[in-house]
């Protein structure tokens, strides 16, 4: 055998089982990113190729943990940054308008609010 094809250096692969049938990922980061695209639902199995036993996606400790960021990360923050984009266009349309002293205004209203998204996005991540 080659050391490309050995077993110790192939990785490891992953079973998923749903209604559609089964599919094969070839890593762990694989099924994460199918996982978080909504590929793959909680309650389809997954199992480690060459393993007997299937169980519930959603119970593996990595994913679980990331089904709840994407859950809390939907839509929190969605109003802040609709909320950006109007204080952005008045600030532009004051600038053009000549009033830089309220554009510069907003402009710093701007600044808390990406401030604020950062930190709601950062709390999300960790």
Known sequence: MSESTSPAKRSVRYEVRSEGGVMTYDTLL???????????????EIR?????DWRPAGSLPQLAGMKKAE???KGGYIPWVVAVLILSIAALVLWIKGS????????????FTLFKITRMVSRIRH
Do not use: C, K, N
């Open 100 to 111: 830089w002293q309220l554009a510069l205004m907003v402009a710093i209203l701007i600044t």
């Open 48 to 52: 480690q190729e060459g393993d007997t």
């Open 30 to 44: 694989h099924v994460e990113q199918a996982y978080m695209a909504g590929w793959i639902a909680p309650e389809d």
């Open 71 to 73: 859950s809390s990360f």
